[in-house]
């Protein structure tokens, strides 16, 4: 005979009633939390917690946060997720100080533009005062002479934006110890050399060399200019060979 323990339909049904009744309450839970998040969500679209409540500018050091909140048109009460994003960053990038944005929300309703932009490679000197020359060729707006801060290079004579340009992606492959010791570069084209330029040094030593290739010529000067006697009279050429050019030897020659 079958020892096996039948369970009978009677017993069984308060089992699947009760199974039936744990399902029915998790798709009721499922709905009511499904309609509750739907309910929060239109109320925050409809509100004012989904509107801009602060744009905050960072990596900007020339450009003014106001200009730059200017150019990408963001304001205070505007919606939050419609920003349009790229062509407002297009046109940040417009501004002749700027070399990228990008624009991002953040908790719960600010909105963050990064921006990077171009470095500052020289002052150009003209009437009396000084402007600051971008990477990419472009002359800001001159500023008092109070403000010059002497973290780049004086250019003079220079007033062609595309050898301007061209210079200034020399001078950032130019490592920053060269780059401090530079005083003044002015602009000194000859026949020979449309691009040769002076540079005056913080040490002294007068220096001829040119815009094209300025930052592999300029990239030995440290061990060259420790050869150079300070009470010679003379030009350090600083080229493919450098050489120093004595003025006094010549002199005695002659």
Known sequence: MNDEKVVSMSE??????????????RRLIFFLTLFFFLLVAIIYFQSPLSDISSVQVVGNAIATEEKVIEAS?????????????EEREQTIEGMKEIQSASISRAFPNNVVVTVEEYPRVAYAYNDGAYSPILQNGEELEPIPNDQLSGDAPILVGMDDSEVIAQ???ELTQTSAEIINRISEIVYAPTEEDSLQVTLYMNDGIEVRTSIDSFAANMEPYPAVALQID????????MKMSPYFEDYDYEEQDS
């Open 12 to 25: 069984r049904i308060p089992t699947i009633k009760e199974e039936r009744k744990r399902r029915a309450n």
């Open 73 to 85: 048109g963001l304001s205070e009460g505007m919606n939050i997720w419609n920003l349009a994003a």
């Open 167 to 169: 210079l200034g992606d």
């Open 230 to 237: 300070p009470d010679r009279n003379g030009v350090l050429h």
